[in-house]
Nanobody
């Protein structure tokens, strides 16, 4: 059974940093591209970042490029998102998601809330 559990969210002031983690189980983690996606209040899902199976290729939405860094540890079945220079617009529920091809996802976790506010 596929299981994705996000953690690391919280309340942070603008300009601050957070590191999100996603623990994966129930599938061969190293065989899948993985994503971070987010949903702000009253808005739809937004793709944030993606990483290939080996971790050597990473992709970012323009809104987070240069501030966020995605990485993975295949030995520990863990996906990470380092978020720096956070802005109020980054406030959202953040999910890690497993690739289903064509830019879609078939599994995601319960999410971790990130709130950026002074």
């Amino acid at each position: 059974q596929v299981h994705l559990v996000e953690s690391g969210g919280g309340l942070v002031q603008p300009g601050g940093s957070l590191r999100l983690s996603c623990a994966a189980s129930g599938f061969t983690f190293s065989s899948y591209w993985m994503y971070w996606v987010r949903q702000a209040p009253g808005k739809g899902l937004e793709w944030v970042s993606a990483i290939n199976t080996g971790g050597g290729a990473t992709y970012y939405a323009d809104s987070v490029k240069g501030r966020f860094t995605i990485s993975r540890d295949n030995a520990k079945n863990t996906l990470l998102l380092q978020m720096n220079s956070l802005k109020p617009d980054d406030t959202a529920l953040y999910y890690c998601a497993r690739d289903y091809g064509g830019g879609t996802w078939d599994y995601w976790g319960q999410g971790t809330q990130v709130t950026v506010s002074s």
